[in-house]
């Protein structure tokens, strides 16, 4: 008679004890698990061949090299090596008949090959959650096996690489040892019985304590245990009838549906490089195919499509394996993008390059897009992506992110997300708040209860798989799933594609709310700006190729045999889209990613400036380069829709041309480019004399530095900080009394665990002021005034500031140059306004988002960082400052103030995270009007874009330059902005124009072409699905034109046919 009803908790204790692989391994469960076992010589022969330092060789190169024996208890080191294992196998004739298979754990990662050189299955060791060790030599044994040969490719580092905790910066001289290498025949019942009990378990701490059903798997669990005796098999059957009883029982019709799918989340890049990565790919592929031959019911879905151009290179024959298997619809590509990508920093343009390559790539190789935008794991969700994701023939959201928020709880589900333009995409976010679920029955529980919007749909996404550094679901997942697809006390569980889940939301959901505009993030907010040099290099990036491109579109338009390097502006572009993976461009990897990422941007800049200046010599060589040495006039090319008035600095010019001014701090001749045409040129005279009121620059009777045009006045105090900054236009003063701008404070920054990627609000509280010991004049007119300023940091670093202001512009610059050496530090820029606004404005992908400048309200204390693009904005009716930057996104603006964040000191998982020198720009542009009677936008781009500069003989170029442009404009229309102008990805030589709404509102724009174009579509992002447009010639007959109507924020992507 048992008495369990009165000892509950006594009862749980005995299944947790009869289930541990602990002192009682002898008595319980475990004891029954293994039928045979056998290791060592002759069953287990094991050799080593050690490639050297970090090299990653072939397995041709590999197996053709001299091996040494070793036994378990062999190490394998250090870090980041190497070590191929043939290792031969006989297995006993007494295995005859049965599964027969192979224990190798070797304490890391490694990858099992036949002899022919075929990935078999991916390999993890120690004692991790995910350790998966066993490889299944044979099916059925042989009465007399011949020897086996197996290669196992050992990776000297963990799942989560080499740190000593989970972030931990890694131990480049750590070993692995080779614990265990033998061959077992598995006792099947007894692990049926144990996946039984397993779920029993995990019902037991789900299900309400109490219910029926709770105590029902509690007695069935004391029943089976009562029954099992190690030495008798016969029990396990015994008590396999005792919980087939119990999982006999049904759900109702009523009950909530769980779709399940496999996955194995890849970080492209974090805590290991990305050579290693291709790795882990390959091991968890492979590792997955053999679960799918195994499982027929399963599905898995893998993202990324750089992922699989990368197994496509280097594995081919398991992409094939690969490929076999989507046709059968088990294997799910999935996901729309190049790469699983941060979508805070990335640009508009690089987000629809995301979605451009990577649906093109599964097309090309699967035969149909996604129509799941699958991104779990990202920091934060711009509003631009629900049209972003519509244009690209997607209609599906899904990620689980929110559920890390660690100040509000996000208050849904399933429901609609609509952009900034309006569009929407069904939304998911799964209700077991994890990617990476385990396949248990509390989890599954957990689904039903954390669904937020149960009320109007009753079903669930649920991802499970170990991954961020890989491995995906295991065997022992898929038992539990086969176990629970249908059983009273858990929600109905069913394998599926996630379209299956989606369509059937849309075919039966009712009611479901709508939720606008950006999905905030409240985590990680540190990410705005950690490796500022990485942050900088795309910005840099982003801009050349959006020049490369433009100018090489007209230089093969204008027929001069110059032909547009397509295959390599598209490998760059993939170059780029891979450093904005989400744990490389938020500056969460460790240093290793960084020399990585150093490497490719390099030759992302190097590569695409070589075709850049060839575009220009095509298109200008007639008009008389030469060098800057020789030259008598500088041609300048302008890449922006807009005419721009801008000092133009060019270095090496001669100095007997006279030049009105020499910069000081690099010798370069200043001149004025004076309203050059959009998508234009313009000959400039570096012996004229500039129509310009002078600037000028002082020190009054306090001792500030004023710096003072035709615009504005700024008064700097000895200690570097704008104490007064007036437009004189209007008399205003800007800076509140009492209070100053670029205000430098350094605060602590000490996060709760997540050092690289969070900033907290209580860092807020603790920080010192950082000022000037020294204020120099430097340059002082005509056309330029500048100061420099000498700064102390902390207790080793520094920084020294140019504060510049031209005479023709109100825009007062900052360049900063920082020896940077500070510990958990976080230095912020401060800009205090005297004006007053309950929300400041920050541009984002293709427009702008309004956010709070108070914390009434949880949510919007939350937001006390926030990202932004090149520019916030704080204005009131009539007037408005604009804070522009040329690298940083992470701003925060709280009542008056404005702030900047330059620089972090993290030292986990990048011990060196942005030690040494920084070189950034920021900027403060003051206009009459609001935001959105300003031109803050197009003066960031300003900021951003700088002029072409070509040194040219005047004489040759003056009688050719002024009829060659401009070849396009946007007219009608000053809140659209045109960003891209390309060759469309088909091949053809049609011309691809990208434009957007910038300000949120209507518009009617005039788009003209001149360089020959027979008619014009509307098209998506991916240049497709054409809606025809009128085309109209031009009255001078020098091009032509169409009107395009835009809704707010809306982005255009025009195809000119030639």
Not at 79 to 90: D, F, G
Not at 179 to 194: E, G, M, P, S
Not at 305 to 333: H, N, V
Request: charged share 20%.
């Amino acid at each position: 008679m048992s008495y369990l009803q009165k000892h509950p908790d006594v009862t749980k204790s005995r299944l947790n004890t009869f289930m541990s692989n602990g002192q009682f391994k002898k008595a319980n469960i475990h004891a029954s698990l293994y039928e045979s076992r056998v290791n060592g010589l002759p069953h287990v022969q094991m050799e080593v061949w050690a490639a050297d330092g970090q090299e990653r060789p072939t397995f041709e190169h590999a197996v053709k090299q001299e091996f040494q024996l070793i036994e378990v208890g062999h190490s394998f080191g250090l870090s980041w090596s190497t070590h191929w294992v043939r290792a031969t196998l006989q297995i006993p004739s007494e295995f005859a008949g049965k599964e027969v298979r192979l224990i190798f754990d070797p304490s890391c990662e490694a990858m099992v090959w036949s002899a022919e050189g075929q990935a078999l299955q991916g390999i993890t060791g120690g004692n991790g959650q995910d350790r998966r060790v066993n490889f299944v030599v044979t099916k059925k044994a042989k009465a007399s096996e011949t020897k086996r040969v197996l290669y196992l490719e050992v990776a000297c580092n963990g799942m989560f690489g080499l740190g000593d905790y989970l972030i931990g910066p890694p131990d480049e001289n750590r070993s692995f040892t080779l614990n265990t290498a033998d061959l077992v025949v598995k006792q099947v019942d007894a692990w049926a019985l144990y996946y039984d009990l397993d779920i029993l378990k995990q019902m037991i701490e789900g299900l309400p304590k109490d219910s029926p059903r709770w105590w029902q798997a509690l007695s069935t669990a004391n029943a089976i245990i009562n029954a099992y005796d190690a030495k008798d098999s016969t029990t396990l059957t015994t008590g396999l009838e005792i919980s087939r009883k119990f999982f006999g029982a049904k759900s109702g019709d009523a009950t909530h549906q769980v779709f399940a799918i496999g996955n194995c989340h890849i970080d492209t890049a974090w805590l290991w490089p990305y050579d290693e990565t291709k790795r882990k790919i390959a091991r968890s592929w492979s590792t997955q195919l053999d679960l799918l031959d195994r499982f027929p019911e399963y599905r898995f879905a893998a993202s990324q499509a750089q992922q699989f151009e990368w197994l496509k290179e280097l594995y081919p024959g398991l992409f094939a394996r690969i490929k076999d298997k989507i046709k059968t619809g088990q294997f799910i590509p999935i996901g729309c993008t190049w790469i699983e990508m941060d979508c805070n920093v990335p640009s508009g343009e690089s987000l629809t390059r995301q979605f451009l390559l990577g649906q093109r790539f599964f097309e090309e190789h699967f035969g149909e897009r996604c129509l799941v935008f699958w991104l779990p794991d990202t920091f934060g969700y711009s509003s631009q992506l629900p049209q972003i994701v519509r244009q690209a023939g997607a209609k599906y959201f899904f990620t689980q992110k929110l559920s890390w928020n660690n100040i509000n709880k996000f208050p849904h589900t399933t429901f609609n997300w609509v952009g900034l333009d309006g569009s929407s995409v069904l939304t998911h976010m799964a209700p077991a708040e994890t990617y990476t679920a385990n396949a248990t029955a509390n989890q599954l529980i957990e689904s039903v209860k954390k669904h937020k919007d149960v009320a109007y749909t009753n079903e669930s996404l649920y991802l499970y798989g170990h991954g961020d550094g890989g491995g995906g679901p295991n065997e022992g997942m898929l038992e539990r799933l086969r176990r629970m697809e249908d059983v009273d006390g858990l929600p109905r569980v069913k394998q599926a594609h996630p379209n299956e889940f989606y369509e059937h939301v849309e075919k039966t959901a009712k009611d479901l709310v709508s939720w606008r505009g950006e999905l905030y993030f409240e985590l990680h907010r540190g990410t705005y700006t950690s490796q500022a040099k990485t942050k900088k290099q795309n910005r840099q990036a982003e801009f050349l190729l959006r020049d490369l491109e433009l100018l090489s579109v007209v230089a093969r338009s204008l027929g001069k045999n110059f032909v547009y390097p397509s295959k390599e502006i598209t490998r760059l572009w993939k170059l780029a889209c891979l450093n904005q993976f989400h744990d490389v461009i938020p500056g969460s990897s460790i240093e290793m990613v960084y020399k990585d990422s150093d490497a490719i941007y390099a030759d992302v800049l190097k590569s695409a400036a070589a075709m850049k200046q060839e575009a220009v010599v095509s298109l200008f060589g007639g008009m008389g380069l030469t060098l800057a040495s020789e030259a008598t006039g500088i041609l300048v090319a302008n890449t922006t829709s807009w005419p721009r008035t801008e000092i133009v600095a060019v270095p090496g010019l001669s100095a007997q041309l006279g030049a009105q001014q020499v910069r000081k701090q690099d010798q370069a001749a200043l001149m004025v480019a004076t309203t050059v045409p959009g998508c234009g040129l313009q000959l400039v005279n570096p012996t004229k004399t500039a129509d310009a009121v002078p600037v000028s620059v002082h020190r009054d009777k306090g001792g500030c530095v004023v710096l003072e045009n035709l615009y504005v006045a700024a008064r700097f105090s000895a200690e570097g900080q704008l104490v007064s900054f007036i437009d004189r236009r209007t008399e205003r003063e800007l800076v509140l009394k009492g209070q100053s701008g670029n205000v430098l404070r350094l605060h602590d920054d000490v996060p709760i665990f997540w050092d690289a990627w969070d900033i907290e609000i209580y860092n807020l509280e603790k920080f010192t002021t950082v000022k000037a010991t020294k204020v120099t004049i430097v340059d002082e007119g005509p056309l330029l005034a500048s100061i420099s300023v000498e700064i102390p940091i902390g207790e080793g670093s520094k920084m020294l500031q140019i504060i510049s202001l031209s005479a023709i512009s109100p825009r007062l610059e900052f360049a900063c140059d920082v020896d940077w050496h500070e510990n958990h530090k976080c230095l912020k820029v401060g800009f205090s306004w005297d004006i007053r606004s309950d929300f400041a404005t920050y541009e984002t992908q293709y427009g702008v988002v309004q956010r709070p400048t108070h914390r009434n309200t949880t949510w919007d204390m939350a937001k006390f960082e926030v990202c932004a693009h090149k520019f916030a904005d704080l204005s009131e009716y009539g007037y408005g400052v604009a804070l522009l930057n040329d690298s940083k996104y992470g701003y925060a603006t709280l009542e008056n103030t404005m702030a900047l964040t330059l620089l972090r000191s993290p030292k986990s998982p990048d011990a060196h995270c942005d030690m040494g020198q920084q070189t950034f720009r920021y900027a403060v542009f003051p206009h009459q009007g609001s935001f959105n009677e300003s031109k803050v936008v197009q003066e960031a781009y300003q900021f951003n874009v700088p002029l072409i500069q070509m040194p040219v003989d005047m004489k040759a170029a003056s009688s050719s330059a002024m009829t060659a442009a401009p070849y396009f404009s946007v007219t009608a229309a000053p809140n659209v902005v045109l960003d891209a102008v390309k060759a469309p990805e088909d091949g053809s030589h049609d011309i691809i124009v990208r434009l957007y709404e910038a300000y949120g509102g209507h518009a009617s724009a005039t788009v003209s072409i001149k360089i020959g174009a027979s008619s014009v579509v509307k098209t998506d992002i991916m240049e497709e699905r054409a809606d025809n447009l009128e085309l109209r010639t031009l009255a001078n007959g020098a091009g032509k034109s169409v009107v395009v109507d835009f809704k707010p924020f809306e982005i255009v992507t025009l195809r000119f046919a030639a």
